[in-house]
Nanobody, 124 residues
Framework: QVQLVESGGGLVQAGGSLRLSCAAS????????LGWFRQAPGKEREFVSH????????RIADSVKGRFTIARDSARNTVDLQMNGLKPEDTAIYYC?????????????????WGQGTQVTVSS
């Protein structure tokens, strides 16, 4: 089992920044991919970014490329999503997910473990 806990969400004005963190615990994560997804009201869950827990294999969705970055914080044992230049359309619940997977890394159903989500609200 893998436990995931997101933190760092909140309310921010357009153009502002937030950093989301995903703390993972449980079984050995060295083979796992950590993904960030988001879901706005009335919309499907959308891929945002992923990376290997050990580093590398980084992908950023086109909708947030140039504004969002993903990185591992070894000291805190987290995978963080740095979000800059936030827009109202970034408003959503952001979820962290983990899976021992090789393909379909942008597809929610391929991930086995999910956090509870953290709300991000961007005001105009």
């Amino acid at each position: 089992q893998v436990q995931l806990v997101e933190s760092g969400g909140g309310l921010v004005q357009a153009g502002g920044s937030l950093r989301l963190s995903c703390a993972a615990s449980g079984r050995t994560l060295s083979r796992y991919v950590l993904g960030w997804f988001r879901q706005a009201p009335g919309k499907e869950r959308e891929f945002v970014s992923h990376m290997n827990w050990t580093g590398g294999n980084i992908r950023i969705a086109d909708s947030v490329k140039g504004r969002f970055t993903i990185a591992r914080d070894s000291a805190r044992n987290t995978v963080d999503l740095q979000m800059n230049g936030l827009k109202p359309e970034d408003t959503a619940i952001y979820y962290c997910a983990a899976g021992d997977i090789l393909g379909g890394l942008n597809i929610p159903s391929t991930y086995s473990y999910w956090g509870q989500g953290t709300q991000v609200t961007v005001s105009s």
